[in-house]
């Protein structure tokens, strides 16, 4: 089995090529599934956020090419995007799970939204069939692994979030957000989270427009705010003083002309854009305007720079631990690739212990229960001298480096290929399939 991961983040590309390579919720079972049925892919997951694209897979044998499936997918021009993508392989794309899930590499280190977001495309994958083995495995570990950090390190005490470090920059701009409207444009988790932070720093009210009512009636409704219906969203935006949107729109939803219009309305009064969505909802035209100010998600790098130092010590002692736990998992993951092979030479020298002892049952003539059990101890201590050394060897060189070398030379010697290809063509033509015992 081997991982492999390929992807953009905040640090390998901006906003203007992550948007571009953004998977819509609706889309993203068909997207894996396609990943699954790609050439070379066994089990398969993508991670869509705001933040970052990133496919994982896990395959059996040697690499899938998923650069192109990305250029397959997305259908866009290689250029536009290939200098942006990192790709990682085994032990370093089982590092880079377990250090986004535990929130290591987020824009905000600790904060807690990431690893519900891999949680949900863990889910996804595991509903269309694309994560059902290894990487089932690997997932669960990475969960472990958040857990753990969050438990044993202070790196997500006072969490922050995206949201909150987006209300954080509107206090710096307006100074109090005493008695300032709030229009929240899509009602996810996100735009609860926003609501909740600028509540807690006073927000006088807040409007809730979202593509689905009910959804936006029940979020205001939490908040003592107002539900507006999406196509009402122009006529009433500028009541705001504060726009925070994070719809998952393909294309934007405010431009240059609408802010023109409420700049007018509200008789040159500023508004104040938070754009939190990718791919982004508002036009960068917007921020030339005089009075709208429009930060986009790559903006927001700057208010996270003075939560960086406050973690660093924290997030020294989770790096520690994520080291500690991709050893331990990548022990496991080689241990676990000696067992066929150890199962296979028991299988083989107990087929050639059978073998002798019925060959010379003929010659040995009637033979006591006593004696019957005799030769069975007698037979399976000698396999299990035989078997002793090869066996100790193999499972302690599962955990060095040479771990495949030492199986290859081990099959070899025992013949366990060949003895594995004629068991497998017997079965097929039997019907009853393979053995099961992979090689």
């Known amino acids: 089995m081997k991982f492999q991961l390929i992807g953009v983040n905040q640090n390998s590309a901006p906003v203007e090529v992550r948007e571009r390579l953004a998977i819509p919720e609706s889309r993203l079972p068909d997207a894996v599934k396609r990943l699954a049925e790609h050439p070379g892919v066994d089990e398969g ?12 897979t896990q395959t059996k044998n040697g690499s899938a090419d998923l650069r192109r499936f ?68 690997l997932l669960t570990r990475a969960f472990a692994v958040a857990k753990r950090v969050r438990t044993e390190t202070a790196v997500g005490s006072s969490a922050v979030s995206v949201a909150s470090v987006a209300v954080e920059l509107a206090k710096k701009i307006f100074g109090s957000l005493h008695s300032k409207h709030v229009y929240l444009v899509g009602a996810g988790k996100m735009s609860e989270l926003a609501a909740r932070h600028l509540l807690a720093h006073g927000a006088g009210s807040i409007f809730v427009a979202n593509r689905t009512f009910e959804r936006a009636s029940q979020l205001a409704a939490k908040f003592n705010g107002q539900a507006i219906h999406f196509e009402e969203l122009y006529e009433t935006c500028d009541r705001a003083d504060i726009v925070i949107t994070s719809t998952g729109a393909p294309v934007t939803i405010f431009r240059r002309e609408h802010g023109e219009r409420f700049l007018h309305r509200r008789k040159n009064r500023p508004m104040f854009f938070i754009d939190i969505a990718v791919p982004r ?17 790559d903006d927001l790098q700057q208010a996270v720079s003075s939560h960086v130092a406050d973690r660093a010590r924290e997030a020294e002692r989770a790096e520690a631990i994520v080291n500690y736990e991709v050893e331990r998992f990548q022990a496991r993951l080689q241990t676990l690739d000696v067992v066929p092979t150890i199962v296979s030479l ?34 399976r201590g000698i396999v299990s001298k035989i078997m002793h050394t090869p066996i100790t060897t193999l499972k302690t060189a599962a955990l060095e480096p040479e771990a495949t070398t030492v199986i290859d030379i081990a099959r070899r010697l025992f013949n366990l290929e060949q003895k594995d290809r004629k068991e497998k063509k017997k079965a097929a033509e039997s019907g009853g399939g393979e053995s099961g015992v992979e090689s």
């Open 45 to 56: 997951l993508i991670l869509c956020t705001c933040n970052r694209v990133e496919v994982l």
């Open 70 to 137: 990305l250029r397959d997918y997305f259908r866009l021009d290689p250029a536009d995007y290939e200098s942006h993508l990192y790709e990682y392989h085994e032990q370093e794309a089982i590092r880079h799970l377990f250090r986004v899930t535990a929130s290591l590499d987020s824009m905000v280190v600790g904060e807690p939204q990431i690893l519900g977001q891999v949680k949900e495309a863990y889910a996804t994958a595991r509903a269309v069939g694309a994560v059902h083995s290894h990487l089932d495995s």
């Open 281 to 297: 909802d508002v036009d960068p035209e917007m921020n030339r305007l005089d009075g709208i100010f429009v930060y986009d998600i």
């Open 346 to 379: 028991q299988d083989h020298l107990e087929t050639i212990r059978q073998a002798e002892i019925d060959r010379v049952r003929g010659r040995l003539g009637p033979l006591s229960p006593e004696q019957e059990l005799a030769i069975e101890t007698l037979t």
